[in-house]
């Protein structure tokens, strides 16, 4: 979480979350159609990544949230979120975008939107990420998934 996410204790409020909020409108979906989760649920001191101790530390409260909602879809934003779901070696830049299933999630990984505003390269990609994730949508909704 960011500064104004630890204050709030709501994730993506920030200008990051400002920009979530656009690109799932940009596919037709909003807040009402999606959970989202931060994989450390407080800010690490000057905002560094999360050691793997305090990931490991809240992965037990992720789980649950995920055993309570039972998405059929898992976004990863980013890297740490991606090398703690998917795999700790996974490359963001060179694996974004490809679907992975795995204990009857469908999991895909995509720029974090903060990276987005430091980056205005990686938007089409980004772009490209959550046009495939409404496109799955789409596919388990007409499979009455």
């Given amino acids: 979480p960011g500064q104004q996410e630890d ?25 009402e159609d ?3 989760a931060n994989i450390v649920k407080c800010r690490p001191p000057g905002n560094r990544d999360p050691h793997d101790d305090e990931k490991e530390a809240c992965l037990n409260y992720l789980r649950y949230q995920l055993a309570m909602i039972h998405p059929k ?3 990863c934003l ?12 996974f490359k963001i ?9 795995r ?3 469908h999991i895909i990984a995509t720029y974090h939107p903060s990276a987005l505003l430091r980056d205005e390269t990686k ?8 046009q495939a994730i ?12």
Avoid at 137 to 142: G, Q
């Fill in 134 to 145: 409404r496109k799955k949508y789409d596919e388990l909704k007409e499979q009455g998934v």
């Fill in 93 to 101: 830049t060179r694996q974004r975008g490809q679907w992975i299933e």
């Fill in 7 to 31: 204050l709030t204790g709501i994730p993506f409020v920030g200008p990051a979350g400002q920009l979530l909020d656009k690109m799932l409108a940009a596919v037709n979906l909003s807040l």
């Fill in 73 to 75: 879809i898992i976004v």
């Fill in 123 to 130: 938007k089409r990609p980004a772009w490209e990420d959550m």
């Fill in 103 to 105: 204990k009857g999630y």
């Fill in 34 to 36: 999606v959970y989202v």
């Fill in 78 to 89: 980013g890297r740490i979120a991606a090398t703690t779901i998917i795999s700790p070696d």
